[in-house]
């Protein structure tokens, strides 16, 4: 590992951030952080090495990252006790990369990602609720509990999706919507170093770039794609140049203010008309794969502990808020206690739930439909309705 995280961000395994004391210009207390760091593919403008982080936003985001990781650790251990059934890909460790983007996106921009989607269903849903009661195949989880762990929505989130790499196309096409459109937004597209190599990305690169398509291509490294390292299932594991003549940068995912100016930087350019444009924010899970995997057999033990002990997110965004004064360890203790009964409350009211009927699989099949649609279990028709998100699913 101490090889792997400097091969891969061309920077230390330790955040490289210098931190400043905070101060009050007027507006609040703020710091200034500065060297941060990225690796550039065709970028004519530099992006700003230094950033100011407001109290407020630390605090949020440090919040935000306390409730999905709490919520990952609930999921986790309802799978356990085989209450959430089939398939469950954990977002643990790579909270800096959801929160730091999604603080950057404007209220316009949309975002699909692949299966691992629990935490950006939290951002852009606002409901822990959701989230679990989806998994526990609730009426009042994001899909009424009919999309389970891998087919999650939110407003403005185009899924969860399970085939691996299938939504990067999806993600250009709602992105190419948004020109047609001339709306203004962008569509973020998030995938894995898995999905990378699959032909249809570079098949939509080419057609991006040619049409200057508004999309943000953002890659969650998390370095391995199943049981396999980045560095053997990639003859180019600089991902982020994978665009040929896209540009496109690679930045220490764990750090929550690199991943925002990052994700600012790829915005900006993008809804500028330049085209789309690649982010590759190195992060890592700390569970398997997915709950079958134990995550062991192609890692050590020793190698997530370092990772955790020196790279974790939370950890990172805490030590910068104590060194800069923005904040005092008691008052993250309060933050990281209100998330946890965050979660508490969701849980509680999560397994209190009601499965859906059967008659609402034809239910919100299409957008508008005033006809049936046959049943095969019940060997009848049965009228379509849209019934949409539950109020607990999106505040």
């Not at 090889?3 to 891969?8: E, G, I, S």
């Not at 299409?366 to 109020?391: C, E, M």
Request: charged share 25%.
């Amino acid at each position: 590992m101490e090889k792997l995280f400097p091969t891969l961000m061309g920077v230390d395994a330790k955040s490289s951030l210098t931190v400043n004391k905070a101060r009050d210009a007027g507006k609040g207390l703020s710091a200034l952080f500065e060297n941060i760091c990225y690796d550039l593919h065709h970028v004519d403008t530099s992006p700003p090495s230094s950033a100011e982080l407001t109290k407020e936003d630390a605090f949020e985001y440090f919040r935000q990252m306390s409730v999905i990781r709490n919520m990952e650790k609930t999921l986790s251990a309802l799978y356990k006790e085989k209450k959430i059934r089939g398939f469950c890909h954990l977002y643990s460790g790579q909270e800096a990369v959801g929160v730091g983007v999604h603080s950057v996106m404007s209220p316009e921009d949309t975002a699909i990602t692949s299966y691992r989607c629990h935490g950006w269903i939290y951002l852009l849903s606002k409901s822990v609720q959701g989230v679990i009661a989806e998994l526990l195949a609730g009426t009042t989880g994001c899909a009424r509990g009919k999309g389970g762990s891998m087919h999650m929505y939110a407003p403005r989130l185009y899924g969860g999706n399970g085939i691996v790499g299938s939504h990067i196309p999806l993600g250009t096409g709602v992105a190419f919507a948004h020109q047609y459109k001339n709306d203004g937004a962008v569509c973020v597209t998030l995938y894995g170093d898995g999905a990378a190599n699959q032909g249809q990305t570079a098949e939509t690169f080419n057609l991006a770039k040619i049409k200057s398509i508004p999309v943000l291509y953002l890659i969650e490294n998390n370095m391995y794609a199943m049981g396999t390292s980045v560095l053997r299932h990639c003859a180019n594991p600089l991902l982020y140049t994978r665009g040929d003549t896209i540009p496109g940068m690679r930045i220490d995912g764990m750090d929550i203010v690199t991943v925002r100016e990052a994700a600012r930087f790829g915005l900006d350019y993008v809804r500028s008309g330049k085209g789309p444009f690649i982010v590759e924010a190195v992060t890592y899970r700390y569970f398997g794969h997915s709950m079958s995997d134990p995550g062991t057999s192609y890692r050590s033990r020793d190698e997530i502990k370092q990772v955790r002990d020196t790279k974790d997110p939370i950890m990172l965004l805490k030590e910068k808020i104590l060194s800069s004064e923005l904040g005092t360890e008691e008052e993250l203790k309060n933050i990281d206690k209100d998330a946890k009964a965050e979660v508490d409350k969701a849980l509680k009211a999560s397994l209190a739930d009601k499965e859906a009927p059967l008659e609402e699989l034809v239910c919100d099949i299409y957008s508008d439909f005033k006809g049936t649609v046959r049943l095969p279990a019940f060997g009848k028709f049965i009228q379509h309705k849209n019934v949409g998100f539950s109020k607990q699913a999106v505040k």
